[in-house]
């Protein structure tokens, strides 16, 4: 039989934002034995973006002691509880992606949330205060330190209940209830990105590892002729608005075919970059697994697996384009954009827009040229709209 795990967690700052910290304990439900404890402190932060640090944390403990268990967290933030529950939209770019990768650890289903008033946190809120404590000695939380009885309260409060009150209530403020279906209100036109992967590079047919750590070459003569005929059904379809490029020299030629044939500028977003591959760049997938066979299973493993040689992990990359996301959907609400950008970036909007986990990136097809759409509206919902059309190829 699947286990059950209680899952208390907390978080604070010290200032709001300042000094912070999260604490998180496994619990038996049946004996309120402490089966795990997690806590660390994460430095300059708001007590919001402490308290899911704090919950990652622990269901990612949870899931270490059992992956098929049933989870069931307990914590005295409202706003957490409410938004994870999907009843209060998430609204701030640093929260969102915390809150999808604290969605993506178990299964939709096993986990629930429940709030419980600060006095029954008291272990979670113990660790937190012992996280901060021990980074204001320029030292890490470790789990020998956590000693002290669950009423003592060591360290100074992560913050007064009046606070923490101000804070939720503020936050509430602007969480709205999620209203889905035909009953939701007219929320306006959408921010909709058109989501192009440039045109071919000579490391493209030969399916070679091609980031924002290697040589950043040019568009071939084929890569040319696609950016080109994708301007031209672009130039047709006559709705983008605007055109946002990767840095890197392949999509700024094919941003720049497409902007041309449409009259307008380009805009380098420094967040639209390809991940970095480290020591694979260059090397084909044949390559990587007969140099490098333990990170290359590692990272086909977990989304938290970096490449060879100081490369970026997929979770390092989700954190940077749902960063870059949340920008550019308030630059251009109500707007039709066309993004040019790379594999990973296009795969990881589409896999946030979805809400699906990390291994849905290698199951995604994401051809050289093609285009694919989503759509954003006011009240944080997302809708895919296109992925890997490349009609206009053809």
Same mark, same amino acid.
């Given at each position: ?5 209680? %899952? ?72 957490? %509880? ?52 021990? $980074? ?173 040689? $100081? ?11 749902? %960063? ?71």
């Amino acid at each position: 039989m699947a286990r059950t795990f209680l %899952v208390e967690a907390d978080g604070g700052s010290r200032g709001n934002p300042g000094p912070a910290g999260y604490g998180a304990v496994v619990l038996d439900p049946a004996s309120g034995e402490a089966l795990a404890e997690a806590a660390e402190y994460i430095g300059t932060a708001t007590n919001n973006v402490a308290e899911y640090k704090g919950l990652l944390a622990g269901l990612r403990a949870a899931k270490a002691l059992d992956p098929e268990a049933t989870v069931r967290v307990r914590m005295d933030s409202k706003l957490v %509880v409410e938004q994870m529950s999907g009843r209060w939209k998430i609204k701030h770019p640093d929260m969102k992606p915390l809150a999808a990768e604290a969605a993506a650890v178990f299964p939709p289903g096993q986990v629930s949330y429940e709030w419980i008033p600060r006095e029954k946190n008291k272990h979670a809120d113990r660790l937190a205060n012992e996280a901060m404590d021990a $980074g204001k000695q320029g030292r890490q939380w470790e789990p020998g330190a956590s000693t002290a009885a669950l009423d003592a309260g060591a360290g100074a409060p992560a913050r007064s209940a009046a606070a923490r009150a101000a804070d939720e209530a503020a936050e509430a403020a602007e969480a709205a209830p999620v209203t889905r279906g035909w009953g939701a209100p007219d929320l306006g036109a959408p921010a909709t990105f058109v989501l192009l992967r440039h045109g071919e590079t000579a490391l493209t047919p030969q399916k070679r590892f091609s980031g924002s750590g290697g040589s950043d070459p040019e568009l071939s003569a084929a890569g040319r002729r696609q950016a080109e005929a994708t301007a031209a059904a672009l130039a047709a379809r006559g709705t983008i608005q605007a055109v946002v490029s990767s840095p890197l020299r392949r999509c700024r030629e094919t941003a720049g075919a497409v902007a041309a044939r449409l009259g307008l500028e380009v805009r380098i977003e420094e967040g639209l970059r390809e991940t970095d591959f480290g020591a694979w760049e260059g090397l084909t997938f044949a390559e990587v697994r007969e140099r490098f066979p333990d990170d290359l299973d590692a990272w086909l493993a977990s989304a938290k697996a970096a490449p060879t040689g $100081g490369g970026e992990s997929f979770a390092t990359v989700a954190r940077r384009i749902a %960063v870059t996301r949340d920008k550019l959907i308030a630059r251009h609400t109500g707007r039709t954009v066309l993004l040019v950008t790379h594999v990973t970036p296009i795969k990881t909007l589409v896999r946030l827009a979805l809400g699906a986990p990390p291994e849905s990136l290698f199951r995604m097809e994401l051809s050289a040229a093609s285009l694919s759409a989503v759509a954003y509206y006011a009240d944080g919902n997302a809708s895919v709209r296109l992925l890997n059309e490349t009609a206009h190829l053809r």
